[in-house]
C-alpha cells in the first residue's frame, strides 16, 4: 500500500477524541484484552498498567512515525515489534525499581505489553503512514482510551470485590464482599456489563433518534 | 513421570491459560464465532506454542544466561516466536498445501497471541528443564485449544437462539466465557500445589 501525500490526516481533536469513545480499543473494538481482564483486580493495579500501556504506545508511535520512510515493506512487523519491545523492557525495569510490589502483582503482564494487539495495530494502522504529530496525538488518544477502560474495570472489581478504593474503605463493614468479582470470572462479567451498558445506551439513542424522525414525517 | 502428568493436568485444565490466567484472550474472542475455524486456530496454535516453549527456552538457557543478557530476554522471545511463525509459515507451504490451506491464515496471528509469549516467559519464572518447558507449552496449547473450542461450539449456538437484544454480540460472549471460567475454577481441587 502506498501512501498518497493527500492521505495525511489533518491533526484535529477528533484525532484524540476518537481512541476515548469512538475507537475505544477496549469497550469498541475488542483489542488487547488479556491485560484488561487479568490486572484489574484492583485500582492500582489498573492505573499501573494503563500507564505503562500508553507510554510504550506513544512511544512506539512516534518512533515509527518518525522511522515510517525508512523501514523497508517486507520486514515492517518485526521492526515494529523490535521497537516495541525496547520499550516494553525500559517499563519493565522502571516499574521493578518504582516498586517491588507493583511489579509482582503485575507478573508477567507487563512484558506481555509486547503482544498486545492495540498497540501493533496502532503501528501498523496510522503511525506507519501518518505525520509524527498527528500519530503522536492519536497514540496518547488510544493510550487514555485503555487506561480509562481498565479504570472502568479496576474500580468496580475493586469496590464489589473487597468494597475498597485504591485501598480505602468505601462500604461499611457490614459488606459481604463478593468474592467472585476478585477472581477470573469477575472480570469476564464485569467487562460483559460494561459491553451490555453501551449496548443498551446506544440502541436506546437509536430508537430515539428513529422515533424522532417518525414525528417529524407524520407531522409533515 | 508423576510430576510430568501433573504439569499437564495442572495447565490444560486447573490454570487454564485463557480462562484463569487471561492469556490469548484476543483469539479467543476473534475466531470463536464458527467450530470449524476454531478447530483450525487451535492446531494451528498448538502446534507453534509447543516449539516455542522449547525454542525460548533453549535461546534462554544457551544463549542468554551463559552471556548475561538476561535484560534482552522480552525483545529475543518475541523474535524466536516471529522467526517460527515465519519458518512453520514456509515450510508448510512447501510440504503440505492441504495443511497450509486449512492452518495458513491462522499462523500471521499467532505472533501477537499472548499466551506465546507467556508460556516463554512462565517457563523462566518457574525455573522449569528442558522436558517441562515442552510439556508446559503443550498443555496451555491443548488448554487453549479445549476451551476455543468448547466456546465456538456454544456461540454457535447462542448465535440462534433468542438473545435480548441489547446482550447481542460481545456481551452474551463474554458472560458465557464468564460462566465457563466458573466451571472451570472446579477443577481447582484437584491439583494441590
Known sequence: ??????????????????????????????????????????????????????????????????????????????????????????????????SLDLYNALGAFIQLIVANCVILGRAEAYASKQKVSASIINAIGMGVGFTIALLCLGTVRELLGAGTILGYQIFSSNFEPWVVMILPPGGFFVLGAWLLLFEYLKQRKEQKLLAAEGATTNGS | ???????????????????????????????????????????????????????????????????????????????????????????MHKTSPVLYQLLGIFLPLITTNCAVLGVALLNVQEQHNFIESGLYGFGAAAGFSLVLVLFAAMRERVTVSDVPAPFQGSAIAMITAGLMSIAFMGFSGLVSS
Do not use: H
Not at chain 1, 469513545?21 to 484489574?40: D, I, Y
Not at chain 1, 507510554?55 to 521497537?83: E, G, H, N, W
Not at chain 2, 538457557?61 to 515465519?86: C, D, K, S, W
Open chain 1, 1 to 98: 500500500m502506498s501512501v498518497l501525500p493527500n492521505q495525511q490526516e489533518q491533526v484535529t481533536l477528533d484525532t484524540f477524541m476518537r481512541g476515548l469513545w469512538e475507537e475505544n480499543p477496549v469497550f469498541v473494538m475488542l483489542l488487547g484484552l488479556c491485560p484488561v481482564l487479568a490486572v484489574t483486580n484492583s485500582t492500582m493495579n489498573a492505573i499501573a498498567m494503563g500507564l505503562a500501556t500508553l507510554f510504550v504506545l506513544v512511544a512506539s508511535s512516534t518512533l515509527v512515525s518518525l522511522l515510517r520512510k525508512m523501514i523497508p515493506k517486507q520486514v515492517r512487523i518485526a521492526t515494529y515489534i523490535i521497537i516495541i519491545a525496547t520499550f516494553v523492557t525500559i517499563v519493565d525495569y522502571v516499574i521493578q525499581a518504582i
Open chain 2, 1 to 91: 513421570m508423576k510430576e510430568y502428568a501433573l504439569i499437564l493436568v495442572s495447565t490444560v485444565l486447573v490454570n487454564n491459560f485463557v480462562l484463569v490466567k487471561f492469556l490469548g484472550l484476543c483469539p479467543f474472542m476473534g475466531v470463536s464465532k464458527k467450530l470449524e475455524t476454531a478447530v483450525g486456530m487451535g492446531m494451528a496454535t498448538t502446534f507453534v506454542l509447543t516449539l516455542a516453549s522449547i525454542c525460548s527456552y533453549l535461546a534462554n538457557e544457551y544463549l542468554l544466561a551463559p552471556l548475561g543478557l538476561e535484560y534482552l530476554r522480552t525483545i529475543t522471545f518475541i523474535l524466536v516466536i516471529a522467526v517460527l511463525v515465519q519458518f512453520t509459515e514456509m515450510v
